[in-house]
């Protein structure tokens, strides 16, 4: 009966009923694990809806860390992937146990859209743990180019750039897993942290402006493109989704990705430019230090 009413709740699209039930909904899912465990998936499948339609960043309530250790020593490996957004990874931050424990269970799953969504929003909030960073592998890492859609309210993405996990990505020198990982963290949603937005800057320059980018440069210009078209919206269109959205956020989202477009041209301009060194010479002369006359001349380099 209890499941019932929940999955109602859910379809009938009540966030804020389902809000004011998160603790009971909460207290449901050891249940849930073990009947998933036991071959009846459709209770967990009922939380798991619960969760995304409350549009809460943590819908489950804090005290499930007590017993996040047991709940994931018991489930299978499919449920351990889908419950593990719904950890609240903040609070176990020396609890490298359950990373490595949840690293496992990745392994063994099959991937689906679901299991790749759930995959990489676990990943970027055990990222945006420092003290748990360490005990993400490369094979984890790789998971951020299977580029799942994420929802439009997510913790992973939210969390996930911060400037140390911007660098972590850089450090692996993995470039189609960097992208992937831009492609994801880039968003209609969520503004950038400051500080990560610095190194994703540093990381148009460095990373992709070398040759051989042009495939890679074409994805992130196409995604910048599509977010701002959906800033061109409105805050109000986009608050129908996100609640959570505020104006604050949405005009620093709008500098922050007209910059990261501009950074792009930018860095295309400069890939041009040592790619026909021959013919811009003469037209940097020519130009007398008139930035228009250059300008002006780029397109006919891209011939």
């Not at 050891?30 to 619960?50: Q, S």
């Not at 017993?67 to 609240?88: D, K, N, Q």
């Not at 992709?208 to 269109?237: A, K, N, P, S």
Request: proline content about 5%.
């Amino acid at each position: 009966m209890v499941a019932w009413k929940i999955k109602t709740m859910a379809e009938t699209g009540d966030p804020d009923e389902l809000r004011s039930k998160c603790k009971a909904v909460t207290a449901l899912l050891p249940y849930a694990v073990w009947r998933e465990r036991d071959g009846e998936p459709a209770i967990l499948g009922t939380f798991l809806g619960a969760a995304w339609a409350s549009g809460m960043m943590y819908f489950t309530w804090h005290r499930i860390d007590r017993f996040a250790g047991t709940l994931l020593s018991e489930a299978s490996p499919r449920a351990i992937v889908l419950v593990s957004p719904h950890i609240p990874w903040y609070l176990l931050t020396d609890r490298k146990d359950l990373v490595q424990h949840w690293a496992a269970a990745t392994s063994l799953v099959p991937c689906t859209e679901e299991v790749a969504r759930s995959v990489i929003d676990t990943l970027l909030q055990v990222a945006s743990r420092r003290k748990l960073l360490p005990y993400i592998t490369a094979d984890l890492w790789a998971w951020l180019t299977k580029r799942p859609s994420l929802p439009p309210v997510c913790a992973g993405r939210y969390y996930g750039t911060y400037f140390h996990v911007v660098k972590a990505v850089r450090k692996l020198e993995d470039v189609e897993v960097l992208k992937s990982y831009l492609l994801i963290a880039w968003s209609e949603w969520d503004a950038i942290w400051n500080e990560g937005f610095n190194q994703m800057c540093a990381s148009l320059r460095w990373d992709f402006g070398g040759t051989g980018m042009d495939r890679h440069w074409v994805d992130l210009i196409q995604r910048l493109d599509h977010i701002l078209g959906e800033l061109d919206r409105g805050l109000e269109y986009l608050q129908q989704r996100n609640h959570n959205l505020r104006e604050y956020d949405f005009q620093l989202m709008e500098y922050q990705y007209r910059r990261l477009r501009e950074m792009l041209l930018e860095v295309d301009t400069e890939r041009v430019i040592r790619r026909s060194p021959s013919i811009v010479t003469p037209l940097l002369l020519k130009s007398e230090g008139s930035r228009a006359t250059f300008m002006c001349a780029l397109p006919l380099l891209c011939l």
